[in-house]
């Protein structure tokens, strides 16, 4: 089974959506199932509805998954297991305090080097611990580092060996008896057979904790890891919430297409024969083996283009927006000269709008007359005839009043395919300019 663990402290993050579509990929191609794990088991964080957002963007997204579990639920079975690490020798009880511990960070920060625990705590007598246990002390529950080198092969990174210096003694369970990231993370991956955890490279320096704990717990199966390469931004560094791209739920409302979102983030640090593709077609080809190692920068002008180009597939805009279907054949010339919905929406939504441009309103008011007191002709030169004969308007005092008149802008598409479709409810339109 493969696993995608989002957390519902947030928005999305196109990172996170970029794991779970090829979490569903691999699923797919090797037959196995997929499961969702919410991760709440930090309560402060957790915002009210976001797991169920989430889990809307996926079924948006076309990611089809067999079961969603929430981390809280499992709860009692992390103390259990923080128990039987205790009990075998492998986990200790630490009364450190939290101002001890930062004094000990300060110290390591002074003398440059790596803050790393004191092992303090780690050889306490069992009397020792009974007594202030007995006295109500607060405490939290380590892990003892591990003997030997922490080692795995990543599918897309390569060879790792962590030291037991690196790994150190870390906390497992809180002095709220919660369950720490890790803690949770590597039970949970042990609870539902977890076969690979396909994750972003953030989560590197968390697996040969994971495998500790695992290892400490006895647990042999070797679960395969591979860490995505991280998403950079137009300046070359980690994306991060300060750009809106980052978040899915800003692309979606800017009118990029799910289809192009995921078509894009399969093609960021890969290279394939084509360029579009659909997310079945996808399975069909992606190898995750095959992903570049190097960061892969975000380019919001080739989103562009791939949301252009799954725009030309949409034949109602009319029924999408919500609008009369007279509409539908302006709809499609905006639809041409656009690159995202939104675009397209903001252009329709302007023809009915007021115009504010002073360059050409005298201009505008002589058109906007001669309009509204004739019978429109159906050949556009036809009414161009007409309209420079009656008015003496020609040139851009003709044709820069005349589009504002049409569709409220100066610049767009040519004036005779808009005079086409938009004839019949001309005179509307214009009433209020």
Known sequence: MLRFAPSPTGDMHIGNLRVAVFNYIVAKQNNEKLLIRIEDTDKARNIEGKDKEILAILDGF??????????????????EMAKKLLDSKKAFV????????????????EEKRPYRYSGKCENLSSDEVEKRL???EKFVIRLKKPENNIKFNDLIKGEFDFSPFEIDSFVILRADLTPTYNFACSIDDMIYDISLVIRGEDHLSNTPKQIAIRDALGYDKKIKYAHLPIILNNEGKKMSKRDNASSVKWLLEEGFLPEAIV????LLGNSFEKEIFTLDEA????????????PAKFDMEKLKFINKEYMKKIDNLAKRFGVNEIYEELLQIFKDESSTLKEVKEKFDKVFEKSTDEEFKNEREILKKEILENELEDDYNEFKKRVQNNTGLKGKKLFMPLRELLINEQHGAEIKDLYKVMKPYLKEVIKNR
């Open 263 to 266: 078509n894009y983030l399969i």
């Open 283 to 294: 399975i069909k080809f992606f190898d995750l083996t095959k992903i570049s190692k190097a």
């Open 62 to 79: 076309g990611i089809k998954y067999d079961e969603v579990v929430y981390q809280s639920g499992n709860f009692h079975i992390h103390q």
């Open 94 to 109: 630490c009364f450190c305090s939290e101002e001890e511990i930062n004094n000990e960070r300060i110290k390591a920060k």
């Open 134 to 136: 007995k006295n109500r």
